[in-house]
């Protein structure tokens, strides 16, 4: 258990409304990340942080964007979300290497699932 | 061709069978190599890394082919338990455009 908690679990919105996802961690480590998961896609990186206040873009992240102001809290915010953004959302924490390194081995939070009407 | 590529099954095996799933890349470059475990509707949970030498945790056997360019997945003496869609993991040199999951090999073990 890598202590990892996301909040909320569930959650419908509707479009042009702003959405934040929180993912917690307890055990410190410095790299985590945002995927989403949906069906006939692999996992794709929203966006992943180095450490706090150090963010960086993944491969979607158009719409998203994301904070870090304290080592255990990564945000996810979609400013105005829309119907395409309907996923499930994954966080993850890295445990050592630095990010993508061959050394790097990713934990995943539960997951949020996110419906956008 | 698709970087990392699965065959999305279902694989429906009898208890007490052994099934194999394969994972092919197209970097040859890549680097490290994982399998990962998702059950419906839950979280993807690390199974085993894959090393160049091949490794085994129990009734899972890893092994990776650089010749051809796929990583496989043993499972032995196949468990209710085991249930579940097997994701691949491909890391290559390049930063964050260089992890590719996999979509996926769904096995379904049957009583």
């Known amino acids: 258990d890598a202590g990892i908690t996301q909040s909320p679990r569930h959650k419908v919105t509707e479009t042009g409304t702003p959405v934040t996802l929180r993912c917690h961690q307890t055990?410190?480590?410095?790299?985590m990340y945002w995927y989403r998961q949906d069906p006939g896609h692999g996992l794709r990186l929203i966006h992943y942080?180095?450490?706090?206040?150090?963010?960086d873009k993944g491969e979607v992240s158009d719409g998203y964007s994301v904070s870090r102001s304290k080592t255990e809290d990564f945000l996810l915010t979609l400013e105005s979300a829309t119907s395409s953004q309907t996923s499930v959302y994954f966080c993850?924490?890295?445990?050592?290497?630095?990010?993508?390194?061959?050394?790097?081995?990713?934990?995943f939070g539960p997951g949020t699932r996110l419906t956008v009407l | 061709r698709k970087e990392v590529e699965q065959d999305p099954g279902p694989f429906n095996v009898p208890e007490g069978a052994t099934v194999a799933f394969n994972c092919t890349y197209s970097n040859s470059a890549s680097q490290s190599f994982f399998w990962y475990r998702q059950d419906c509707r839950k979280e993807p949970k690390l199974l085993m890394s894959v090393y160049s030498s091949g490794n085994e945790d129990g009734r899972f056997t890893a092994q990776l082919n650089r010749a051809s360019q796929y990583i496989s997945l043993l499972i032995r003496d196949s468990k209710l338990s085991d249930s579940a869609t097997y994701l691949c993991v491909v890391k290559s040199p390049g930063g964050y455009q260089k992890v590719t999951f996999g979509t996926g090999t769904k096995l379904q073990v049957i009583p």
């Open positions: 993850a924490i890295g445990t050592s290497g630095g990010p993508f390194t061959s050394t790097d081995t990713q934990y």
């Open positions: 942080s180095y450490g706090v206040k150090d963010t």
């Open positions: 055990e410190n480590h410095r790299y």
